[in-house]
């Protein structure tokens, strides 16, 4: 077989996979010909073959329309299993997932922003092993290792370059340490293109075909989907909301600009905002915690009324929706998805940035837009991570 044809034959697996993710109940043969055009016959020889490597499974039967009721085919639920990790600021979150995105074990390992990027990678790779054996999984059932991490990465030679928040982690060869340690397939995506992954394919994002995702966490994100593929621009790294200037006079940023989206509206900036007024002794339910204060906390206080973290919050929900606002104006999604542990935890910072956005764009580009809410929280990175693998592992079959 030549380059084309196997090119070809890999677009055409893609294609099958895709139909199959977005399809969480199962098609025939002829769907799946319907769907990508190809013969009953091509498609056939397709699914066979699929099948023959455990990928894809038949279950059950359809209703017929005369004659012999056809086969369904899925996602194989039984045999392979997909193990993914979300890199987040002082947190590891380890799934084990099935082809159809059931997460089947989840581990959820801390680390400090000052330990060696590869001793936590070890940290890591014992969590890949114990879960094998607490799962009974055995080695070769699993079809590889998915990764989320902050941007921005060299995904080619799977390197995390220099995130502004992960201090620390600069040119991680991570893809080559964990295959010289766990010999399989290892992917490497950027955290907002997971997610946004995770909700085109499982969540509310799935008859769209043009959306956004806005992550806003410790840092601020976001992933884009063009035409039902996640955009990523010249050199991989489109998406990077949270580093464009939104005040002018603003702080310096740890990527080096002035004034970012990050350094006045991100987690991490609503925490320093907060510390700033504990010490000036604002009257808040935070003051006593001072130097552990970290996002989680503000949130908390947030959910209880704190006048203080509120405010906060309220405040970064304008930059976030005056932002959007550019980018819904600019890209004109039909669906744009507001994630990341801010929206995760708190409704009401959704709705406000919603108000802001929507007060500000265009009234032509408004009429076709929808702002929601993520429907996955701290699992949406691992299960966008656990489809690049399988979209890998489907084109190399
Ligand atoms: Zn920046």
């Known amino acids: 077989m030549d380059l084309q044809q196997r090119t070809v034959k890999s677009m055409n697996r893609e294609n099958v996979l895709n139909y199959l993710l977005l399809s969480p ?54 045999h392979y299993r997909i193990f993914s990790v979300s890199i987040g600021y002082g947190t590891l979150t380890c799934l084990l997932v099935s082809l159809q995105g059931n997460v089947l074990a989840k581990d959820l390992l801390t680390f400090d922003l000052e330990d060696d990027p590869y001793q936590v990678l070890d940290h890591m790779i014992t969590t890949f092993y114990s879960i094998c054996e607490s799962q009974m999984v055995s080695f070769d059932q699993i079809l590889g290792v998915g990764i989320s991490a902050p941007g921005p990465l060299d995904e080619e030679h799977g390197i995390i370059l220099n995130p502004p928040n992960l201090t620390g982690w600069i040119n991680v060869k991570i893809t080559q340490y964990l295959h010289e340690r766990i010999p399989l397939l290892i992917q490497l995506e950027k955290d907002a293109n997971c997610t946004m992954m995770c909700e085109y394919y499982y969540g509310i994002a799935r008859n769209s075909m043009n959306a956004l995702y806005v992550m806003v966490d410790a840092g601020i994100g976001s992933g884009i989907l063009v035409e039902g593929e996640v955009y990523k621009g010249a ?20 990527c080096g600009n002035y004034g970012c989206l990050e350094v006045m509206a991100s987690g991490n900036a609503i925490v320093r905002k907060a510390l700033t007024e504990v010490r000036k002794g604002c009257p808040t339910t935070i003051a006593h915690i001072d130097n552990n204060l970290g996002l989680e906390e503000v949130l908390d206080a947030a959910l209880q009324g704190d006048d203080l973290c509120l405010s906060l919050l309220q405040d970064s929900s304008r930059y976030v929706g005056i932002k959007l606002a550019d980018k819904i104006n600019f890209l004109n999604p039909e669906l744009v998805i507001l994630g990341g542990r801010i929206n995760d935890k708190l409704e009401q910072y959704t709705g406000w940035v919603k108000e802001t956005a929507l ?4 009234q032509e580009t408004a009429r076709g837009v929808q702002i929601k809410r993520a429907k996955f929280g701290d699992i949406s990175e691992g299960l966008g991570a656990a489809t690049v693998v399988l979209k890998e592992a489907f084109k190399q079959q």
């Open 359 to 362: 007060s500000r764009i265009f």
């Open 235 to 254: 050199t991989q790294v489109a998406g990077e909301i949270g580093h464009g200037t939104i005040d002018l006079n603003g702080l310096k940023c740890n």
């Open 25 to 78: 109940q199962g098609r025939t043969q002829q769907e799946l010909a319907q769907h990508s055009l190809l013969t009953i016959a091509s498609i056939g020889n397709i699914l066979s073959e699929l099948q023959e490597k455990k990928l894809i499974e038949k279950s059950g039967l359809a209703l017929s329309s005369g004659g012999r009721k056809p086969s369904i085919y899925k996602l194989d639920q039984s």
